[in-house]
């Protein structure tokens, strides 16, 4: 299957949208979330404690939905989720791919020391998933 890049280049040019997890029932679990395109592969931040994280530890399907500020022009990007380990060192591994989403968000923070302290206390860990499928509105 090919996707449309269009798409793609929509979701590339933005930065947050609202994931999509499964809940044990089936039914959806949707969280605002902040999110970094790289080459192709989508990571978002996440604690270890939230639904969403435990939704796909029994479930990798993952959809994220991105709109234009307008809300007319949308895209969906659905695909299999992976997670990191949970973050246990600062220069641990995760530590290390949530540095490089945090600069796909937000550029250089002011103190790269602390940020990376807050990660282990945060229990953070990456969810990453490249498009399997997308579909949406995107102006031709």
Do not use: C
């Not at 299957?1 to 280049?9: A, K, N, Q, Y």
């Not at 993952?62 to 220069?91: I, K, N, Q, Y």
């Not at 282990?120 to 997308?134: G, K, Q, S």
């Amino acid at each position: 299957m090919t996707l449309d890049l269009r798409m793609l280049e929509f979701v590339a040019g933005n930065r947050a949208g609202v994931l999509a997890t499964l809940k044990r029932d089936g039914r959806p679990q949707l969280s605002n979330v902040g999110y970094a395109w790289d080459d192709g592969l989508i990571r978002v931040s996440v604690t270890d404690a939230r639904a969403k994280t435990g939704n796909l530890r029994r479930d990798p399907r993952v959809t994220l939905h991105v709109t234009s500020r307008d809300f007319w022009t949308w895209v969906a990007v659905e695909g299999t989720a992976e997670l990191t380990p949970v973050a246990a060192d600062p220069h641990d591994a995760t530590v290390e791919e949530l540095v490089a989403y945090y600069r796909g968000v937000s550029g250089e923070h002011p103190d790269w020391d602390e940020y990376r302290a807050a990660m282990v206390a945060d229990r953070r860990l990456v969810v990453r998933f490249r498009p399997e499928h997308a579909y949406g509105q995107v102006p031709s």
